[in-house]
């Protein structure tokens, strides 16, 4: 076999991988080391204290229930503040869809808790946004402080 082919199939072989590891595309994950119900109430909390308005809280595994349906824990949390969110909409309209934000925590199936929440460049990309980088890189900083606070010790 030629390196060149040694090399093809190497690269082929690490893509599989990553493809495999990113499954959740534009979706940008942390561990959480308490239960899903303590990371949003941390979760919210945050964002409460910096004046972020909390639209709704959706508990999945208790709408489950209520249909008699079992699903691991699983929570979304709904929050925006129209001084960060507008901006974003005066870059692309288009990613009002997208908006509020969402932060998800669930448990998988191992009992591992993790707290999730759209990727900035991910929604930027999506939405063809070719400027607003310092605006997307703001966003993307704030997300991982709420997330940092929402799964600290």
Same mark, same amino acid.
């Given at each position: ?31 959480? =080391? ?36 079992? @699903?691991? =824990? ?24 997208? @908006? ?54």
């Amino acid at each position: 076999m030629t390196f060149r082919k040694i090399l093809l199939t190497l690269t082929g072989a690490m893509m599989m991988a990553l493809s495999s590891a990113h499954a959740q595309e534009g979706i940008i994950s942390v561990d959480s =080391p308490h239960s899903v119900a303590v990371t949003m109430d941390k979760l919210q909390a945050a964002l409460e204290s910096k004046g972020m308005t909390i639209f709704e809280r959706v508990d999945h595994a208790q709408g489950a229930a209520n249909a008699d349906l079992e @699903l691991r =824990p699983t929570q979304v949390l709904i929050f925006g503040n129209p001084k960060v969110g507008t901006p974003l909409m005066q870059c692309s309209q288009s990613i009002a869809i997208d @908006l509020p934000q969402k932060m998800l925590a669930w448990e998988d199936v191992g009992g591992g808790v993790h707290l999730g929440w759209n990727d900035p460049a991910y929604l930027k990309s999506r939405h063809g946004t070719t400027d607003c980088d310092a605006v997307f890189e703001k966003i993307s900083n704030v997300l991982g402080k709420f997330a940092k606070a929402a799964t600290a010790q």
